[in-house]
């Protein structure tokens, strides 16, 4: 049968504003997180990462935040621009015997308008 | 340097028909990734590869699957024979190398193969 679509929660900002996008993650032996940028018709982009022992990590304009107790990721980006006009997903990376297993959220759509 | 190379860019064809998807990761990078993006399960990572080597498939959905690597700039992944339900895009990564205690290694990916399968 013919699938059906589905639509990405959308984060409406105006240039200049902060942004904030969350990710709820599930399982909570997962010891390192990455938030990835996809833009139209590319692939993912890496933005920023933090491991479990940290509970925040800043980058250019970029800052993510570790909850563990409610297995919570945000990513917040200050002074948002057109060009961070994408969709925005998260991936943790649970301890698997020292093999690289990532879980992807389905991901958050940015929408900045000039 | 160019960035992942993925071939080709986009992909049509007829159920059952065997697909090849190619990829040609950053020179110098020893771990490449094949990943599926999809509306209804977002991305998943079907198989990586350490200097060559298979390290886990337990990503591939089944054995119609198959991927390879001959050589540390060349990749495939087959699809024999494509059904409709493998309709995606199709993401080759590469990075410095993964393992266990280094995570943390940027991965690049490239721009994708889009596979329609009708």
């Known amino acids: 049968g013919e699938s059906v679509g589905l639509h990405l929660p959308t984060l409406s900002v105006q240039e200049g504003d902060n942004s904030i996008i969350n990710c709820a993650y599930s399982n909570s032996a997962s010891d390192y997180f990455i938030w990835y940028k996809q833009e139209s018709g590319k692939g993912p982009q890496f933005i920023i990462d933090i491991r479990s022992n940290m509970d925040k990590r800043q980058g250019q304009r970029v800052t993510v935040l570790l909850n563990k107790t409610v297995k919570h990721l945000s990513l917040q980006i200050a002074a948002t621009q057109p060009g961070d006009s994408a969709v925005y997903f998260c991936a943790e990376i649970p301890p698997s015997g020292g093999s690289y297993i990532p879980t992807f959220g389905r991901g958050t759509s940015l929408i900045v308008h000039p | 340097d160019a960035g992942v190379i993925q071939s080709p860019r986009h992909e049509v064809t007829e159920m059952g028909q065997e697909v090849t998807l190619r990829c040609k990761p950053i020179s110098g990078h020893n771990s490449l990734f094949w990943y599926r993006q999809t509306m209804m399960r977002g991305l998943e990572l079907l198989i990586y590869?350490?200097?060559?080597?298979?390290?886990?498939d337990s990503g591939m959905p089944e054995d119609r699957f198959s991927a390879k690597m001959p050589n540390a700039s060349f990749s495939t992944l087959k699809i024999q024979p494509s059904e409709p339900r493998d309709s995606a895009v199709y993401f080759c990564?590469?990075?410095?190398?993964?393992?266990?205690?280094?995570?943390?290694?940027?991965?690049?990916f490239g721009p994708g193969t889009r596979l329609t399968v009708l």
């Open positions: 990564a590469s990075s410095l190398l993964l393992t266990s205690d280094r995570l943390n290694n940027e991965q690049f």
């Open positions: 590869f350490n200097n060559n080597v298979p390290i886990d």
